[in-house]
Every structure is written in C-alpha cells, then in structure tokens.
Antibody, heavy 117, light 110 residues
Framework: EVQLVESGGGLAQPGGSLRLSCAAS????????MHWVRQAPGKGLVWVSR????????DYADSVKGRFTISRDNANNMLYLQMNSLTVEDTAVYYC??????????WGQGTLVTVSS | QSALTQPASVSGSPGQSIAISCSGT?????????VSWYQQHPGKAPRLLIY???HRPSGVPDRFSGSKSGNTASLTISGLQAEDEADYYC??????????FGIGTTVSVL
C-alpha cells in the first residue's frame, strides 16, 4: 500500500511561488504515474497535473500550464509541484494521488495553498 | 476540458436506494470504461468507491455499485445509511489522456 503525505502549503502573495512536496512510502511509488488534484474551498475536485513513472513526461490542466511544473525524485520517493505566478484562483487544497491503472488511489491528506495579498 | 455533469444534490431516507448520474461526452465517459467514483466526507480526503465503471475495491460495501450507458455513468447506493451522507465525485479518463472530474453531488440522508 502506498501512503502519501503532502507538505509545503501556506500563504503566498499573488504573483508569488510555492513548492509542494509529497512523500510516498516505498511500496509502489516508483512504478506509478503520480498526479496532483486540487479543490478550492467549497468547490469540487479538479485535476491539475500528472507525471509518468520515470519522470520523462508530464501533462497539465490548461489553467496551470506554463505556471506549474511537476517533478519527482524516485530515489527518495518524492513528488513535487512547483507553482509560479500564483493567482487567487489557485487557492485550494492540493492532493497528491497515485493512478496505478485508471483510478485515483490512494490520496494524501492534502495541503492548503492560500493566495492572498 | 469541462467538468462532468452531476446533480448538485440527492437525498433519501435510510434503507432507500438512490442513484447519482455522471454525464460526459464520447471523449470521456462514453469513450472509455475508465469511470471511477469517490466519496468525500467534510474535511477529509476523497476515498475510492468504484473503478472501471463497475468494480469495487476491497473494503467498500457492496451497497455501492456502478454502471454506464452511453455517455452517462451512474453510482447507486442501496440500503442508504447515515454514514453515506457525503459528497460524491465521478471521474473519467479522457481522449487527451488526462482526467476530468464531475462537479460533485451532495448526498443527504433524511
């Protein structure tokens, strides 16, 4: 079973940057595609980004393309999301999630990002 | 990619059955048998309920079942219980090789 723990959330100013991290337990991480999903306060789930198992490929939602960068360190079982040029619309809880085949499981507990001046 | 369409809310009495629909297009729900469903209680992370349209992971009660017809998938909760009161989201793989979620449905147990 894979356990996921996100960190790095907090308060950022519009136009600022934050780097989210996700620590994964050893079993299953290195062979899995990993994703970030976010949820604005009181709103629904929105897919943000994904990265292939070996880190060679990534995709992004149009709303974050060119501003966010997903990466991973398989040697240390870590997933990252570098978020630049933040806007208030990026305020959300960000979840780190594994997609082993076609479904999202397990989910981390999430980390809250608040963008405000 | 537009969010999949779900009813905003569904309610039922304990013991009753309810169904939540999830409507998409031939580029997502209708094009692949890769629809999954998630339950989310307030302040908690989502939990996988159904994957690949009809499959239930171990530990999920058999009161939860999934189906699909054309561009619409459905989650049925049979024998509704108080602890089923939560938000429910569908998700589908898309022709862009990404994923899209539904807008979410709040289930109330009367």
């Amino acid at each position: 079973e894979v356990q996921l723990v996100e960190s790095g959330g907090g308060l950022a100013q519009p136009g600022g940057s934050l780097r989210l991290s996700c620590a994964a337990s050893v079993s299953g991480f290195r062979g899995s595609w990993m994703h970030w999903v976010r949820q604005a306060p009181g709103k629904g789930l929105v897919w943000v980004s994904r990265i292939t198992a070996d880190g060679s490929g990534a995709d992004y939602a149009d709303s974050v393309k060119g501003r966010f960068t997903i990466s991973r360190d398989n040697a240390n079982n870590m997933l990252y999301l570098q978020m630049n040029s933040l806007t208030v619309e990026d305020t959300a809880v960000y979840y780190c999630v594994r997609v082993a085949q076609t479904w999202f499981d397990p989910w981390g507990q999430g980390t809250l990002v608040t963008v405000s001046s | 990619q537009s969010a999949l369409t779900q009813p905003a809310s569904v309610s039922g009495s304990p013991g009753q059955s309810i169904a939540i629909s999830c409507s998409g297009t031939s580029s997502d729900v209708g094009g692949y048998n890769y629809v999954s469903w998630y339950q989310q209680h307030p302040g908690k992370a989502p939990r996988l309920l159904i994957y690949d349209v009809t499959h239930r992971p171990s530990g999920v009660p058999d009161r939860f079942s999934g189906s699909k017809s054309g561009n619409t998938a459905s989650l049925t909760i049979s024998g509704l219980q108080a602890e089923d009161e939560a938000d429910y989201y569908c998700s589908s793989f898309t022709s862009s090789h990404t994923y899209v979620f539904g807008i979410g449905t709040t289930v109330s147990v009367l």
